[in-house]
């Protein structure tokens, strides 16, 4: 029988078009197998992750974002820039430049506070005005006025050595340094405890030690179980007879060792003993205790006390009470100047 015409082109077209599909699913197969095999570059956010929880660094409070002021207040004091030659759109903006006139670890801040016009139908022409200005007691600001009705929104900075008060008990005195750009609101009232001669009620009442389950500088113990005891000790900033005005939420940051906190809105607050991560970032953070006084609320935290159970939760509380009083510490600024 003859043979047709394209018999022979018909094999050789099969022929190369399985050679073709033999070399696709090679290359397939390498792929996959590259893939699979190939060394795998780290996971940057599982890294820092891991190092977040590992890292020594871990315990310092970066309060350095933080560019927080109060609405409706107006600021007096000497100006070091005039807001009508220097605007921005933004009051966060405003309180860097302030920042930024505050940022040496020596010497006076040139700027210790700002006021921003920021609401721009009140502000009319004046909307974006910053007044950068130098307070003659940053302990005491200059307050012009507050109120709906007030314009400006107003914020305080502390520069190195500055913003520090004192929380006296018979234990000894806890230096607190404070942070109004991160808790302006919290700050202006511990400012206004100072103002007071005494303060009676003003106390400790809970102390739980760090156990078995923190180390000295606040880390937790692998595998070791979150408390009780809850290294940290907590008590009350309010006069008796004062009426106390609840705090709005601000920074809160992860709580560390040294780090003083409201309980909700105050004015129930606590130092914490340790780094307690686990706490998620719950509780509005407004000052930190200088590491060398941190003895002091560890000895505080050594006090006897009585078991009992807040709302379900096991708590040590103090048998005697510890009395604090809110006190100006003068700076080394201050303490170097004659008459001082």
């Known amino acids: 029988m003859p043979r047709r015409l394209n018999d022979g082109n018909r094999g050789r077209f099969t022929a190369t078009a399985l050679l073709f599909i033999g070399l696709i699913s090679c290359l397939l197969v390498y792929a996959v197998f590259f893939t699979l095999l190939r060394p795998r570059p780290r996971d940057h956010t599982l890294d820092s992750a891991v190092r977040f929880t590992d890292s020594r660094d871990q315990g310092r409070v970066d309060d350095g974002g933080c560019c927080r002021g109060v609405a409706n207040l107006e600021l007096w004091g000497p100006a070091v820039k005039w807001g009508t030659d220097f605007k921005f759109d933004t009051s966060d903006e405003c309180c860097k430049a302030c920042k930024a006139m505050c940022s040496g670890n020596d010497g006076p801040c040139l700027c210790d506070t700002w006021v921003f016009c920021g609401n721009r139908e009140a502000c009319g022409s004046k909307f974006g005005e910053c007044w950068l200005k130098k307070q003659n007691d940053v302990l005491v600001p200059d307050r012009q006025e507050g109120g709906q009705k007030v314009m400006w929104t107003s914020g305080l900075i502390f520069g190195q050595g500055q913003g520090i008060v004192g929380f006296e008990t018979e234990h000894g005195v806890l230096h607190v340094k404070l942070h109004p750009e991160c808790a302006p609101h ?32 606040g880390y937790h113990v692998t595998n ?46 606590f130092i914490s003993l340790a780094n307690h991560h686990e706490w998620k ?60």
Request: with cysteine; charged share 15%; hydrophobic share 35%.
């Open 186 to 217: 919290s700050v202006y009232y511990i400012l206004s405890l100072l103002t007071l001669r005494h303060c009676a009620g003003c106390q400790f009442h809970r102390a739980e030690n760090r156990g078995s389950y923190w180390d000295s500088e």
């Open 281 to 340: 970032q719950s509780y509005t953070v407004f000052g930190s205790v200088l590491p060398e006084d941190m003895d002091v609320a560890e000895r505080i935290a050594g006090l006897p006390t009585i078991a009992d159970v807040w709302r379900s939760v096991n708590v040590s509380v103090l048998e005697k009470p510890v009395s604090l009083t809110v006190r100006r510490m003068k700076s080394g600024q201050e303490q170097a100047e004659p008459g001082s």
């Open 224 to 269: 070791a179980p979150y408390g009780p005891p809850y290294a940290m000790i907590q008590g009350i900033l309010q006069p008796e007879g004062n009426i106390f005005t609840p705090i709005p939420t601000e920074h809160c940051p992860t709580i560390t060792r040294g780090s003083v906190a409201w309980v909700g809105s105050g004015p129930e607050f």
